[in-house]
């Protein structure tokens, strides 16, 4: 059974803030989204059955990722590729600064 997620949710915003920080932890989205790590635990594990982030372990550590390629399950708008909402967000996330002006 697939579950539907809001963008504007928990959910969302742990998918937002691992497209933006590709790689982070648990602990840093912890931190940075004021939220518990058992809540945490409980959100990364939904997204991941859903087949929306990918995981690289690291010794103990679990980097995260969005899988692009998944769909996102909206109750209004339908499936949606990740990519259509995501990309954007995390192609500009991984590029330089822009240089601050003279």
Known sequence: M???FYLVSSHGTTLFYIAVH???TIHEMADELCLTRR???GLVG???RQDMLLVRRDGREHHYYVDM???FVHP???PLPLRMILGRLS???SLPAPAAAA
């Open 22 to 24: 590709p790689g982070c």
């Open 91 to 93: 192609t500009e996330a």
């Open 76 to 78: 209004t708008l339908g």
């Open 2 to 4: 697939e579950r539907e």
């Open 39 to 41: 809540t945490l635990w």
């Open 69 to 71: 390629n998944a769909e």
């Open 46 to 48: 939904d997204l991941r």
